[in-house]
């Protein structure tokens, strides 16, 4: 098994500034997703956060806005940036297992 | 994408009532899996169901999976109030390890 700490838990933000979310891992891991889950809704994948190359990142998500960063095995930053009131949401890192994928806690997004 | 879609979106029970949530998906899977959230936090592992397997349980959970249909339930039996939470499915379309989560189920169990 996997335990994720995450950090913060929860912000609430000026529109035009930019969060840095935190995911630390208690073992080391090959592969750290990062999940949105806006208001009401499910999970959407935003990025594979890779240790010693560059996140891939899925449809609709780019770097410039979502920035990722893997300097080791165990550790993963996402960073929202240029903040708008859409990018309220919950955010989620991910380590998936041969059976199961374990989450942190999230983070509670408001733009304001 | 959305890979999977639950129905229902929201159930409303009484504490000792079951509850049955469905699954359905688009693409072919080695597995799927079902995870629990409470109020918005982190995810939770359930049960996981192999595509060459019909029915799994654990606990008061029992999973069925026809491959035939692409479709899932989750059946939670004797339901009590902590039980409430969201429930979603969840696909690895192709053998990733990329998770792919249905729409979800919210359950809210009434003592």
């Known amino acids: 098994s996997a335990v994720i700490s995450q950090k913060p838990s929860r912000d609430i933000c000026q529109r035009g500034t930019s969060l840095t979310i935190q995911c630390q891992v208690d073992?080391?891991?090959?592969?750290m997703f990062w999940y949105r889950q806006q208001p009401g809704q499910s999970l959407t994948l935003i990025a594979t956060?890779?240790?010693?190359?560059?996140?891939?990142?899925e449809s609709g998500f780019v770097i410039d806005k979502f920035p990722i960063s893997r300097p080791n095995l165990t550790f993963s930053t996402l960073t929202v940036s240029n903040m708008s009131p859409e990018d309220s949401s919950i955010y989620l890192c991910?380590?998936?297992?041969?059976?199961?994928?374990?989450f942190g806690q999230g983070t509670r997004l408001t733009v304001v | 994408s959305q890979q999977g879609e639950e129905d229902p979106q929201a159930l409303s029970i009484q504490e000792g009532e079951n509850a049955t949530m469905n699954c359905s998906y688009k693409?072919?899977?080695?597995?799927l899996q079902w995870y629990r959230q409470n109020s918005g936090r982190g995810l939770v592992h359930l049960i996981l169901?192999?595509?060459?397997?019909r029915e799994k349980h654990s606990g008061r959970l029992r999973v069925t999976l026809d491959t035939s249909k692409k479709s899932s339930s989750l059946l939670i039996t004797a339901s009590r109030a902590a039980d409430t939470a969201s429930y979603f499915c969840?696909?690895?379309?192709?053998?990733?390890?990329?998770?792919?989560f249905g729409k979800g189920t919210k359950l809210t169990v009434n003592p």
């Open positions: 693409t072919s899977i080695n597995n």
């Open positions: 169901i192999r595509s060459n397997e």
């Open positions: 073992s080391q891991v090959t592969m």
């Open positions: 991910s380590v998936p297992a041969v059976t199961e994928a374990f």
């Open positions: 969840a696909t690895a379309p192709g053998g990733s390890e990329k998770l792919v």
């Open positions: 956060a890779n240790q010693g190359s560059e996140a891939t990142y």
